[in-house]
């Protein structure tokens, strides 16, 4: 009996080690776990900021993007404007000349 006593005793110690080992184990995953899930989030925040960012950078250049179609509407404009004053202008010198002409030929007369 005293034999059985003491196997239970050296079974129990033996299991009581292995428990608080299996605890010290539990632990150490749990921080293992912790600090995983924080990095986590920290990579999650950051997709969060670099599509926040991504959109914020699509947006701006859908805008500039019309910007710059507006300006090159603007300046399709301004050719055409300035091509309207040549010839005008073309008409003009070209009347003035007539004019001289004209001038000149009364006053030789």
């Known amino acids: 009996l005293e034999g059985q006593l003491r196997a239970m005793r050296e079974m129990y110690k033996a299991q009581k080690s292995r428990a608080e080992m299996l605890e010290r ?3 150490e995953k ?3 776990l912790s600090t995983a899930e924080g990095m986590w989030a ?7 900021v670099d599509s926040a960012a991504h ?3 699509a947006t701006l250049a859908a805008a500039l993007t019309k910007q710059v179609d507006e300006l090159q509407e603007v300046v399709r404009g301004s050719e055409g404007q300035c091509a309207e004053l040549k ?3 073309a008409d003009a010198e070209q009347k003035a ?3 001289r002409a004209e001038a000149a030929k009364t006053e030789m007369s």
Do not use: G, P, T
């Open 87 to 89: 010839r005008q202008l």
């Open 30 to 32: 749990e921080a293992q």
């Open 42 to 48: 920290k990579k999650m925040d950051q997709c969060r």
């Open 55 to 57: 959109d914020r950078a």
């Open 25 to 27: 184990q539990v632990v």
């Open 97 to 99: 000349a007539a004019a």
